[in-house]
């Protein structure tokens, strides 16, 4: 990285300036961080969020995810300090302080019997830090969303001569704030785990309407669930250079099925009809509620299998299977008709030449593609998920010695659903924004 301090040289008050700017960046990135704890605010429009948990997000970063979200044999990304949560064993590999903070945005378009509607979605995304710990080990923690609920869409249809309309709607999701170890056994071997917490509330609505019975109760139930509990996530790399610039890493990972704890409410309310769509009448009683019943939901056992291929800091290549039980999940018993999951991604990176003094020579170009059978079965069909995913990496210059900056972007083009059967076809844009920086924050200088 020596030629990007020769690029740019900046006076020394400068870089005081940029660098008090920069550490006021990550601290206040780190307090707004805390909508993912607290807000539980939905950066998802889909109605297939609807089941489960909602949406999985997947432990990427927009590196990874701009590759088609391979990330179980990534562990050195061109000459920059990476953080990939995919795979703990990575976490061997770290050579400087790394911290990586971001934002998330998507456009939705849903589609259904010829009727199309769009929807917007921004949220800051994650924050994660990485701290080498001498040569054989890494650690790594952070806060990350682990999965986001935001839907609402209803079905007309008929009693006798009477029409009825149902309503779903739902906001929430969990949040999974991690700490994790990875050490290098051997010249060519290490493994990783990391421990995570996950909490975070899914909030769920259900309401039959008589939309043309003025006189009429609607009836609504409006449920609401508070998860937690921890996770364990492992991994292990095995890498092995096979010629004198390239070099191959095959990667596995795994997350045990633990248990997480949930605690229930739900209140079920009658309201009058209204003739006006946007206005709701105040309930007249409650035919029922509780609140704080405990259960346990039993989470999946997931298994991820993956490979590189990189020559140096110039060309990577990989791809990553998956396999996740989730016809296992259960909430306090209830089977809720989850069914297995599985999907594969492809993608990779090529950096013309990182020791260019044209720009466009030092920029990441990334590329990838992914599938995946959703653990969701509507009618007998599965729900597919594709997306073609695009992204860049754009190095910024060194303001003070030992110090390295990068802007990596991601975009994802993907579609979930179909048209057939009824059912609702999303196709999606989601855009991936984060800030890495490198920096030899806790290593001994030898020179001050």
Partial sequence: MKYMQHLFRIPTYLNDIMQHTLKAFVFITFLLSSTLVYGQRSTTSSPYSRFGLGEIRGDLLPQTRAMGGIATGVRYLSGYGNINVGNPASYSALALTTVDVGVFGNITELSRNQLAENSYNFSLSHINFGIPLGRPGGLSFGIMPFSDVGFSYAIPGSIDTTDIRTVYAGAGGATKAYLGYGIQLTKNFSVGANVSYLFGTLNNIRSVELPNDIGGLNVRIDSSQYINGFSFDYGAQYFQPLSKNVSLTIGYTGTAGTPLNTTASRVVTRTPTSVEDDFENLPVDSISTYEGQKQNIKMPMKHSIGFSVAKGNHWMIGGDFNYAKWSDFRIGGDNPGLTDSYGFSVGGQITPDI???????????????????????????????????????????????????????????????????????????NFHLGFTLNERWFQRRRYD
């Fill in 355 to 429: 020791t260019s003094v044209n720009y466009l020579g030092v920029v990441d170009y990334r590329l990838g593609f992914k599938y995946n059978k959703s653990y969701i079965n509507i009618a007998n069909q599965d729900i597919k998920q594709m997306a073609l995913t695009v992204g860049f990496g754009f190095p910024l210059p060194s303001l003070f010695g030992g110090s390295f900056y990068k802007i990596n972007f991601a975009t994802e083009f993907g579609q979930m659903g179909a048209l057939t059967n009824q059912l609702v076809r999303e196709r999606y844009i």
